[in-house]
């Protein structure tokens, strides 16, 4: 009996989600356990598992499809097996990928032929052929049957490129990669790359394609953020130098930790002394949060998502190493589940290890502060009134300006320089 594949509800909030990818085609064998597609939501992506034993009957919403939670997704069966017609019409309910806006492709060579895998269909002799010349298959036309490439196809490219104009290896390589033919370009000197891009037909205007997923989430969160809270940035400079000789100390005991790590409890310190930075602004209201809890942001291949690390003023440094670690893994792993990207009251982003020196980070609604941090770097500072060099780093504070004044933000971030700077204050 067939057994129906549905969109799972990943989420109390989930009302409908993207299928980003089948990891299986119609008429392949399916095990039960066995990651069956990947479902993007508003907040993640996660790889889905097959409910059954058999064979991949029929995928009613395709890649990139929008289908609410439970819709069919897909059918398992025996082979052969029948699909009841109703199932199918589930599939309506799913709207199709967006159709993108496309320049027309130009048209492959028609006797070119490739075999599913992208290999060249081509003659055991002209395959032969072709590796004592050296010469690439999928540049050949052929002229066989379904253009299949044959021995005298490969003698005639052969005879072709004998003939062929002199040119740069530069300007041979532009012009294979973009399939412009050196014997029409009218030079009796050797050609060169320059000669090959003026001889490049005009390109199509770059195609349009509509966010989707996570991105597509991301962009209407971030507008929105920016459209609608009054921002504010602040940026301190912090000497880190007492911290990275905690860091040092604490490494040669055996006990690392990162810098990310001791900014989350220097702020959770801070956000426990000033808990008005720690509230939420939802609909013109007040939001009063009693837990401190700190969002990290971590980069995705297709975006950015902010699992949380819940009561994060009352764990230790190394604590907070392992629950920031195990929501990284499970963030890049497709791994969290609801509880671990909700709730969040602050967030902390970093960008020093890109290089950062400076940056606004957009606040993450419904919270009211981010902090931005960038590199920790050495520079020339005055001590004492003497000129030393001390690892220095910059922090952004950046804040609704509805219920946070530049005031009480000040005191937040000079708060959070001073605990950086004497670390032992934590103690």
């Not at 299949?148 to 490969?154: N, P, Q, Y």
């Not at 990284?328 to 990207?341: I, S």
């Amino acid at each position: 009996m067939a057994t129906n594949f549905s969109m799972p509800q990943l989420g109390l909030t989930m009302t409908e989600g993207t299928v980003s990818k089948w990891f299986k085609q119609v008429g392949e064998k399916v095990a039960a356990g066995e990651i069956l597609a990947e479902i993007s939501t508003d907040k993640i992506t996660n790889q889905i598992e097959a409910p059954a034993d058999g064979v991949l009957l029929a995928v009613l919403v395709p890649e990139g499809g929008v289908a609410p939670v439970q819709a069919v997704l897909a059918v398992i069966g025996e082979p052969g097996e029948k699909i009841d017609a109703a199932e199918a019409e589930v599939a309506a309910a799913a709207p199709a990928p967006a159709a993108q806006a496309q320049a027309p492709a130009a048209p492959a060579p028609a006797a070119r032929a490739a075999a599913g895998d992208g290999r060249v269909i081509a003659s055991p002799l002209a395959k032969k052929l072709a590796q004592e010349k050296g010469i690439d298959l999928a540049l050949v036309t052929g002229t066989g049957p379904n253009g299949r490439v044959v021995e005298k196809d490969i003698l005639a490219y052969a005879a072709r490129q004998a003939a062929a104009p002199k040119a740069s290896p530069l300007a041979a390589k532009i012009a294979a990669e973009h399939g412009v033919d050196l014997a029409a370009i009218a030079k009796d000197s050797r050609i060169m790359a320059a000669d090959v891009r003026a001889a490049m037909p005009a390109q199509a205007p770059a195609a349009a394609v509509p966010l989707t997923g996570m991105r597509k989430v991301i962009s209407d969160r971030m507008a929105l953020s920016w459209q609608t809270t009054p921002h504010v940035h602040n940026t301190v400079e912090i000497d880190m130098t007492e911290a990275t000789n905690l860091k040092d100390k604490l490494a040669q005991q055996g006990s690392k930790f990162s810098f990310t790590e001791l900014i989350v409890k220097c702020s959770a310190k801070a956000l426990a002394e000033f808990p008005m930075v720690n509230n939420s602004y939802v609909d013109g209201s007040l939001v009063v949060n009693k837990a401190i809890n700190i969002g990290i942001a971590v980069a995705l291949e297709d975006g950015l998502i902010v699992p949380v690390v819940r009561n994060a003023d009352q764990k230790t440094l190394a604590q907070l190493r392992a629950d920031i670690g195990e929501l990284a893994a499970k963030a890049r792993g497709g791994k969290l589940l609801p509880d671990d990207y909700t709730g969040g009251t602050f967030t902390v982003t970093n960008l020093g290890m890109y290089g950062v020196d400076h940056f606004t980070p957009i606040i993450n609604p419904p919270e009211s502060a981010i902090l931005g941090v960038c590199r920790t770097v050495p520079r020339p500072v005055v001590v004492d009134g003497a000129i030393v060099i001390r690892p220095m780093m910059n922090l952004c504070l950046g804040y609704n300006h509805r219920i946070i004044d530049g005031a009480l933000a000040g005191k937040f971030l000079a708060r959070v320089r001073e605990l950086l700077e004497q670390p032992m204050l934590l103690l």
